[in-house]
């Protein structure tokens, strides 16, 4: 029922993105932000991905690159759609890894002294969704943003409690490290926010290989980076029909993955103590 409730809304953004000349994208003038914008994308989704990187050109306040990563295998595969859309200001590059967590890692290598901003490859996103998460980072300068975030929670034996109880205390007494960002809406890393093990792709394949954002909240945890909720969130990005045949987020929370992997990785590194010091 929700899926046909929002037909109207993706018919309507994606024809109003899709007839904007290029020669319009990204060149408004503008102010620039100091961001990179980051994300991934597979297979399936290719032809409709130019719909984001639209969402993204049109943005009322534009970051100073936006990079698509993508598998090596997927460089003769990209439609014109999305190749056309290449420029100074949108580039596409290609990796040998194949998880989600190539949608930050790469950038992170490439543009170490940046803040950069993650989103999805499955979302249109709103005009003023840039600028806000920006203005949000400026009021808790080195803490990670995101729009979309949950409270880590634990029991009282020190044993994390399912995801699907992961919520913000009823007291309001929130604990900055306890909080984790949720990657759909976007999520803001300043720079040497995240512990250099990040980059250990043998360690995150065995630890999370199906969860980017819980390793890299566990790589903050590890530089005592804290997280903070954006107070002021835009609307909710536009789903792009037909691409959710193949999602993490249905894998992850259907099949208590999440839970497998938080624990896997709080075990591993002994979280809670960075989360709740003793």
Not at 163 to 178: C, G
Request: net charge positive; hydrophobic share 35%.
């Amino acid at each position: 029922m929700k899926v046909v409730k929002e037909l109207p809304l993706y018919l309507l953004h994606s024809l109003k993105l899709s007839t904007i000349p290029k020669s319009r994208l990204g060149k408004q003038s503008k102010e620039t932000l100091p961001i990179i914008v980051s994300l991934t994308s597979i297979e399936s989704r290719l032809k409709s991905l130019h719909l984001v990187i639209r969402s993204l050109l049109t943005q009322s306040q534009l970051p100073q690159k936006i990079v698509l990563w993508l598998h090596q295998d997927l460089k003769e595969k990209l439609p014109g759609s999305l190749t056309k859309l290449e420029s100074d200001l949108f580039e596409i590059c290609y990796t040998h890894l194949r998880s989600s967590h190539k949608k930050l890692i790469h950038s992170l290598e490439k543009y170490p002294e940046s803040i950069i901003v993650t989103c999805d490859d499955d979302l249109m996103y709103r005009k003023n969704w840039l600028s806000l998460i920006y203005a949000a980072s400026q009021d808790f300068p080195g803490y990670i943003i995101g729009n979309e975030t949950l409270h880590v929670n634990y029991s009282k034996e020190g044993e994390p409690l399912p995801y699907r109880k992961w919520k913000y205390p009823e007291n309001a007494l929130e604990n900055d490290n306890a909080i984790i960002a949720i990657g759909a809406w976007g999520i803001l890393y300043p720079p040497h926010s995240l512990n250099k093990k990040v980059f250990d792709t043998k360690l995150f394949m065995e630890l999370a290989p199906f969860s980017d954002d819980f390793w890299f909240k566990a790589m903050a945890l590890l530089e005592q980076t804290k997280t903070k909720q954006a107070s002021i969130t835009p609307k909710e990005p536009i789903p792009i029909a037909g691409t959710q045949k193949i999602s993490l987020k249905k894998m992850n929370i259907k099949g208590v993955k999440n839970d497998v992997q938080w624990k896997t990785l709080s075990d591993y590194f002994d979280l809670l103590k960075y989360i709740e010091p003793r």
